[in-house]
Antibody, heavy 118, light 107 residues
Framework: QVTLKESGPVLVKPTETLTLTCTVS??????????VSWIRQPPGKALEWLAH???????SYTTSLKSRLTISKDTSKSQVVLTMINMDPVDTATYYC??????????WGQGTTVTVSS | DVQMTQSPSSLSASVGDRVTITCQAS??????LNWYQQKPGEAPNLLIY???NLKTGVPSRFRGSGSGTDFTFTISSLQPEDIATYYC?????????FGGGTKVEIK
């Protein structure tokens, strides 16, 4: 069974760095047909794709947040980590990780809610 | 970046009605489009990939069509369990991008 689970802080202060971890099971991060994406959703708003890491460690980021995001993976731990620097209250959202199988995000984590407030 | 525009942003229909949602890409994306369903309080769920391919286990009342810049998502007979927000997403080019979503409610 394929599962993904996000973990990280519930509350961060403005200007701090957010670090989120996606722990996967049921597939390998070294599988050539698979990668992992991070997506976020502010309260009551639409989904926003943030970043993706491929099996070959190639990375891609959304244009508007590229300077603030870093995605990495530890295949041995089955984990994908997303860091976002200089957090702001507008970054308050539910953050999801999802498996990319070939062309689609076919399995999603339950999401983790992050609030940015002093 | 490829911009995805969905319409309408919300709709209300009766059980049994046919529901249609459109998604337009800012440039041609071939058939590189997926559709997701997000029920309230839940994570999104893939329904259709490659514009028209139903994910295994998804009811056949859901259908996707289109190519190039214009795509359509249809529920042939709306059911109470279909209450959700639906999103299109293109994978023709990086960065990946989602549409703004269509909230479907029961009248």
């Amino acid at each position: 069974q394929v599962t993904l689970k996000e973990s990280g802080p519930v509350l961060v202060k403005p200007t701090e760095t957010l670090t989120l971890t996606c722990t996967v099971s049921g597939f390998s991060l070294s599988n050539a047909r698979m990668g992992v994406s991070w997506i976020r959703q502010p309260p009551g708003k639409a989904l926003e794709w943030l970043a993706h890491i491929f099996s070959n460690d190639e990375k891609s980021y959304t244009t508007s947040l590229k300077s603030r995001l870093t995605i990495s993976k530890d295949t041995s731990k089955s984990q994908v980590v997303l860091t976002m620097i200089n957090m702001d209250p507008v970054d308050t959202a539910t953050y999801y990780c999802a498996r990319n199988y070939l062309v689609a995000m076919d399995v999603w984590g339950q999401g983790t809610t992050v609030t940015v407030s002093s | 970046d490829v911009q995805m525009t969905q319409s309408p942003s919300s709709l209300s229909a009766s059980v049994g009605d046919r529901v249609t949602i459109t998604c337009q890409a800012s440039q041609g994306i071939s058939n590189s489009l997926n559709w997701y369903q997000q029920k309230p309080g839940e994570a999104p769920n893939l329904l259709i990939y490659g514009a028209s391919n139903l994910k295994t286990g998804v009811p056949s009342r859901f259908r996707g069509s289109g190519s190039g810049t214009d795509f359509t998502f249809t529920i042939s007979s709306l059911q109470p369990e279909d209450i959700a927000t639906y999103y299109c997403q293109q994978f023709d080019d990086l960065p990946l991008t989602f549409g703004g979503g269509t909230k479907v409610e029961i009248k």
